[in-house]
């Protein structure tokens, strides 16, 4: 719900008036650079959440916007505050999330002996930056929030610190076209989408009507363009297997689904991947975790991609089709016959369990070698006894090759990872934030390690105060455990990799929430009780896991080195 604006006033107001116009929530820390449009949001009762660190300011805005929330925003002050949320701002750039940062900037008489660059460092994340004025603020903001929705951008909003009361003079038609890439707020500065190629349409529909074992790989642009009928239509007339990217988490409804495309896939699922002949990648970056390091598909495998744009990750293809997908899959499925083209469905006759207990026993245990838990255990017990209306959220780190394959989440807005797209650790208890403000009916699930989890301790605080209903899964093994399995294996000295054995459930009943050391099975019990008792609330679970299990996207590094 959209609020209407007021009678503008100052320059402050202004901004204020624009967010409540064109979003529908906030996430910011105040200081004395954004005091006034904060202080305009609170008073009017607009939905703003207060984080305890600038970055995750930034990163609860990413997953309120990844969540299904709407267009991302965040505000912070000028010189430190803008540059605790770079990582922030990275990781949306990266990962193509359409942000409104509104940050206070030095004066316009001129720097203070404090302040920063803020503008070169804008330019070097390769971001757009627009610095408001009385004159221009009606038209900067609404070029800011369009620049972001239309080209799924982060754009950052410089408000000069003496002008933040500045009487508003401004012509809504006039924008100030500073620090920009192109000089005004024409249409010309935004990216419409590709229009595909008849020629290159045909020729992915000759390669698909020739193929005998197509896989299909969906990513966030199936989620954004609203096609996953189309897709799975698609795959039907393809006699097709599909599989998804890790942020379009059950986007098409299926039985013909091998799950998590790349590193989260489960490693009997490999051998069936490696027997299509063409791999169609639909909206998906095609990077190198999504290819599993090169061995998700054969070498042969004919591979076509298509996505709005090529991501500069996309690994190989032999086909790319630049377009919108709710242009081009009509047009494609037009041009292949009705009935199903392939009888790689008809020799599986259904998709196999992905695990088999007496088939693969070391896949079951309760322990590790070390007598800690077995993550993978651990995973699937939470998934029994977790709520099943869950929106889960996690941090970066090892642990992470663990929960797409076992913790279950009903539709691609519920699986939120904020991260990967920079390979960061820290945004996790952030994220939940952003996450639980965009689902507030939702049980959210936080799922981080002990590393990222002590990196951005200060908004536990955020989380379990805004949170109605969630948990915190700390998985510690007591050590940064991607970096301990990778250089431990290249003969380097460990000891900087390992991390006291914090006490998770202790902090966070010091937050406010409750507390339950997870060391035995067992264990596991007092939780599905105590969620039972009380629905309510933040409950953290310690869960003590091994060092010894390695994930299998790490495993992947490791064999090649």
Not at 196 to 217: C, F, H, M, N
């Amino acid at each position: 719900m959209h609020y209407s604006p007021t009678i503008t006033t100052t320059v402050s107001t202004a901004i204020a008036q624009a967010i409540m116009a064109r979003a529908d929530h906030v996430f910011g820390l105040v200081g004395n650079a954004n005091s006034h449009v904060v202080s305009f949001l609170t008073a009017a009762e607009f939905p703003y959440t207060s984080t305890r660190h600038e970055v995750a300011a930034v990163t609860a805005a990413d997953a309120f916007y990844r969540a299904g929330g709407g267009i991302a925003v965040a505000t912070t002050t000028c010189g430190a505050g803008f540059t605790n949320t770079i990582t922030a701002l990275a990781e949306a750039r990266a990962a193509r999330i359409p942000l409104v940062y509104v940050t206070g900037s030095a004066p316009t008489r001129g720097p203070r002996p404090f302040d920063l660059d803020q503008a070169g460092m804008v330019k070097a994340l390769g971001i757009d930056l627009i610095t408001v004025s009385p004159e221009t603020v009606l038209a900067d903001m609404d070029a800011a929030f369009d620049l972001a929705e239309k080209n799924r951008v982060p754009v950052v909003v410089n408000l000069p610190f003496d002008i933040q009361t500045a009487t508003v003079t401004a012509d809504e038609t006039v924008f100030s076209g500073s620090e920009m890439s192109t000089t005004s707020a024409t249409t010309a500065h935004f990216n419409p989408p590709p229009h595909a190629s008849d020629a290159d349409v045909e020729a992915a529909a000759g390669i698909l009507r020739a193929s005998k074992r197509t896989l299909i790989i969906s990513g966030r642009g199936v989620v954004l363009s609203d096609t996953s009928g189309q897709v799975r239509d698609l795959g039907d007339r393809l006699g097709a297997l599909h599989m998804h990217s890790a942020m379009a988490r059950n986007v098409i409804d299926t039985p013909w689904s091998l799950g998590t495309a790349g590193g989260f896939t489960h490693p009997s699922y490999v051998e069936i991947t490696q027997q299509a002949d063409t791999v169609l990648i639909l909206g998906a970056s095609w990077n190198q975790f999504q290819f599993r390091g090169g061995n998700l598909v054969r070498p042969d495998a004919t591979v076509v991609h298509v996505d709005v744009e090529k991501h500069p990750a996309s690994q190989r293809s032999d086909l790319r089709v630049s377009g919108d997908l709710r242009d081009v899959l009509p047009r494609l499925t037009a041009l292949l016959p009705d009935v199903p083209l392939s009888s790689w469905r008809d020799s599986l006759t259904a998709v196999p369990a992905a695990e088999d207990r007496e088939t693969m026993p070391d896949l079951f245990n309760d322990y590790g070698p070390d007598g800690r838990l077995d993550p993978r255990g651990v995973m699937r017990r939470l998934n029994e006894i977790l709520p099943t209306d869950r929106a889960v959220t996690t941090d970066g780190g090892h642990f992470l090759g663990w929960v797409p394959l076992y913790l279950e989440s009903p539709c691609p807005q519920s699986q939120v990872i904020v991260g990967t797209a920079i390979q960061t650790i820290g945004l996790g208890f952030p994220s939940a934030v952003g996450v639980t403000a965009a689902r507030p009916s939702d049980f959210t699930v936080l799922v981080t390690g002990d590393g990222g989890g002590l990196m951005a301790i200060a908004d536990a605080e955020t989380f379990i105060r805004t949170a109605r209903r969630g948990a915190v899964i700390v998985m510690n093994d007591a050590a940064y455990g991607a970096e301990l399995h990778q250089f431990r294996n290249e003969g380097l000295d460990t000891g900087s990799m390992l991390i006291p054995d914090v006490d998770f459930a202790a902090l966070g009943r010091g937050f406010g929430a409750r507390g339950i050391t997870i060391e035995s099975p067992e264990d596991f019990d007092l939780v599905e009780k105590e969620l039972a008792a009380q629905p309510e609330g933040v409950i953290v679970l310690d869960v003590k896991i091994s060092r010894e299990i390695i994930a299998d996207f790490i495993a992947e590094v490791l064999k090649k080195q």
